[in-house]
């Protein structure tokens, strides 16, 4: 719930400023205010079930935001580039700075803890339907978590910052 709250904090509060055109000073542009609304508001009731199957709807329909802003991310890589300035490491894929990627790369494996929920709501559930509902899962994880990595770094090249790569590796975990 902590690593959820920390990408919450991250984004939500700025899309929040964004689209409602709060004020800095406002108590709704505070992370603190945010993470607290969202946190009582989605995260506490949604883990309060003690079947994840009842979860297929949302998650289903989260599958379906995220694509949705997969596709919208994609439509706007063109005409973000007048936006972003150009620099010198805009198309620098890797460096020596090991630290920082280890932590994104942790970040990915946060979720690991709902394996035996996941398992238990599968009818009848066996070894080879688990074997096939974590193979599809990664797979699709992996291309989702990769699209989302080119699109953003195609866009913000050198100006790309972590918490793009923490968020969309966290939600698909």
């Known amino acids: 719930m902590v690593s959820y709250n920390v990408v919450v904090g991250d984004t939500v509060t700025k899309v929040v400023v964004r689209l409602t055109d709060v004020r800095p000073e406002s ?46 991310v994609f439509i706007r890589i063109g ?3 007048e936006i972003v300035p150009t620099h010198p490491d805009s198309w620098k894929f890797a460096n020596w700075d090991i630290i920082p990627a280890i932590g994104i790369m942790s970040f990915a494996f946060m979720c690991h803890h709902n394996t035996f929920l996941i398992y238990g709501s599968i009818q009848e559930a066996n070894e080879k339907r688990w074997e096939i509902v974590t193979h599809a899962s990664l797979l699709t994880s992996l291309i989702i978590t990769a699209l989302f990595g080119i699109a953003g770094y195609a866009t913000f090249t050198a100006y790309t910052q972590g918490e793009f790569i923490k968020a969309s590796i966290l939600r698909f975990n």
Do not use: D, Q
């Open 27 to 72: 108590i709704f542009s505070k992370r603190e205010v945010i993470v607290l609304i969202c946190t009582l508001a989605v995260t506490i009731p949604l883990c309060m079930y003690r079947n994840i199957a009842k979860l297929a709807n949302i998650s289903f329909t989260s599958l379906v935001c995220i694509g949705t802003i997969l596709f919208a």
């Open 79 to 81: 005409t973000m580039s």
